[in-house]
């Protein structure tokens, strides 16, 4: 059995891996152990914050901390939506034109900068949201809203793909499918209450066949059996 320990981005990114991602690679000889919160800042009496954006720093400390398990693999399941200035090669990944070069260029600068042969990272194009805009009919039917698939699909094809919807801080995946929830079923979206549910109703295989990058990682964590 081949253990796993994950860093993740947040309590939704958590859900989605015992909900999800574990059922899918256990059957395969994979365990994932329950993930790791990013560690946001530590508080005077020793208890850390966790979940959500970080520094740099503190995620590369994250890392090491997993890797002083020495009968594991780590990796992560963080955005590549509001990673912190200083990571690694930000700058010159983002300028690459490719679309799914960026978050590439950027496992590579962060597994470099790790230097360990057990770290394989993972940054999701653009944030988990995204692959729910790739399963629009399971979205409007988990959340009941009269519309939703048709306007999640439009945002996709304008995009190019589900993991193409960009990064800028008004038109993200999150904030584009709560505005259409909102705007078209008068209700609030949950990333916690809704996103995992959703994600589990779809299945990886439908998911990952509408988004590669997604499924580049899936393929390496599916090689570990």
Excluded at 141 to 170: M, R, T, Y
Excluded at 177 to 196: E, F, S, T
């Amino acid at each position: 059995m081949t253990r796993i320990l994950l860093l993740v981005e947040g309590q939704t990114e958590e859900a989605f891996v015992n909900l999800v991602l574990r059922p899918h690679l256990l059957p395969l000889g994979v365990f994932v152990e329950r993930p790791s919160l990013l560690r946001t800042k530590e508080l005077p009496e020793g208890n850390p914050f966790k979940g959500g954006v970080t520094t740099y720093p503190r995620m590369a400390r994250d890392v090491r901390r997993l890797l002083k398990d020495t009968n594991a693999r780590v990796t992560t399941l963080l955005d590549y939506y509001g990673l912190p200035p200083v990571f690694p090669g930000l700058g010159v990944a983002k300028a690459q034109p490719d679309p799914l070069a960026p978050a590439r260029a950027l496992e590579a600068s962060f597994t470099a900068d790790i230097n360990h042969p057990r770290f394989h990272p993972f940054l999701a194009l653009h944030e988990l949201e995204a692959w729910i805009l790739a399963v629009p009919h399971v979205a409007e039917k988990h959340l009941g809203v009269s519309g939703l698939a048709a306007e999640l699909q439009g945002i996709v094809l304008a995009a190019g793909g589900a993991e193409l919807v960009n990064d800028s801080p008004i038109t993200h995946p999150s904030v584009r499918l709560a505005d259409a929830v909102q705007r078209l079923g008068r209700r609030r979206y949950g990333k916690m209450a809704d996103g995992p549910d959703i994600l589990a109703k779809a299945g990886l295989a439908t998911i990952r066949s509408c988004c590669p990058h997604l499924s580049e990682w899936l393929d390496w964590l599916e090689s570990l059996a």
